[in-house]
């Protein structure tokens, strides 16, 4: 089983302002998935990360994985309201196939 | 775009009633998925299925059960609906087992929201 944890579990900014969301993963994996869900909404693929270094840049989010550390991180530049959504990530275990491991999400709230 | 539907959006259901969850996807996927999302304890996986007739335990499979008999479609059944199973349950389908990285890329429907009362 591979253990996905998020923090912060909320978080409030104001406009413009930048923030990192962080999702740590027990054991190795070899890919990692950052979703969002928007309130009363389905979650939605944001990005997918398949290597150690990855970066991808999408608007005002950037992902990267970093797999020595076991560490993902979800950046946030100059927040909109429009980026007020949850957050989660989700790593898989090659051994097991297609299973994903859902960290707990990380609400976050842009104020104007 | 690959469209998930799921049945119902709410559902009001009474303790000790059978309840079915029905999942349709339009995109010939091989793997098909429930989860149940509670606040604070984010996705936590049912059941999963590589393949008609065929199903695999999450980690909270107990009190829960599935069928695929058609590739398009997955069915979540409570035998015994119990309060503690009252959620938001999520479907999720990605294109096939043997295959890696963003092609397994889970898609999901817009949830049912299940009230046991």
């Known amino acids: ?7 912060p579990l909320f978080l409030s900014m104001q406009e413009g302002k930048n923030y990192t969301i962080y999702c740590n993963y027990s054991t190795t994996s070899d890919r990692l998935y950052w979703y969002r869900q928007d309130p009363g909404k389905s979650l939605e693929s ?5 290597s150690n270094g990855a970066v991808k840049q999408e608007g005002r989010l950037m992902a990267s994985l970093d797999t020595k550390a076991r560490l993902s991180t979800l950046h946030i530049t100059a927040a909109v309201h429009d980026l007020s959504a949850t957050y989660f990530c989700a790593g898989t275990l090659s051994n097991t196939g297609n299973q994903f491991y859902f960290g707990t999400g990380t609400s976050l709230t842009v104020i104007p | 775009d690959v469209k998930v ?10 303790t000790g009633e ?6 349709v996807q339009d995109m010939d996927h091989e793997n098909m998925f429930w989860y149940r999302q509670d606040p604070g304890l984010g996705l936590r996986l049912i059941y999963f299925s590589y393949d008609v007739k065929m199903k695999e335990k999450g980690d909270i499979p107990e009190g829960y059960s599935v069928s695929r008999e058609k590739k398009e479609r997955f069915s979540l059944i409570l ?16 294109l096939a087992r043997s295959l890696g990285g963003a092609k397994n890329i889970q898609y999901f429907g817009a949830g049912t929201r299940l009230s046991v009362l």
């Not at chain 2, 539907?5 to 009474?14: A, E, F, M, P």
């Not at chain 2, 059978?18 to 999942?23: D, G, I, M």
């Open chain 1, 1 to 7: 089983e591979l253990k996905v944890e998020q923090n």
């Open chain 1, 46 to 50: 944001l990005f997918v990360l398949l």
């Open chain 2, 5 to 14: 539907t799921q049945s119902s959006r709410y559902l009001v259901k009474r």
């Open chain 2, 18 to 23: 059978k309840v079915f969850l029905e999942c």
């Open chain 2, 79 to 94: 035998e015994s609906a119990s309060t503690n199973q009252t959620s938001m349950y999520l479907c999720a389908s990605s």
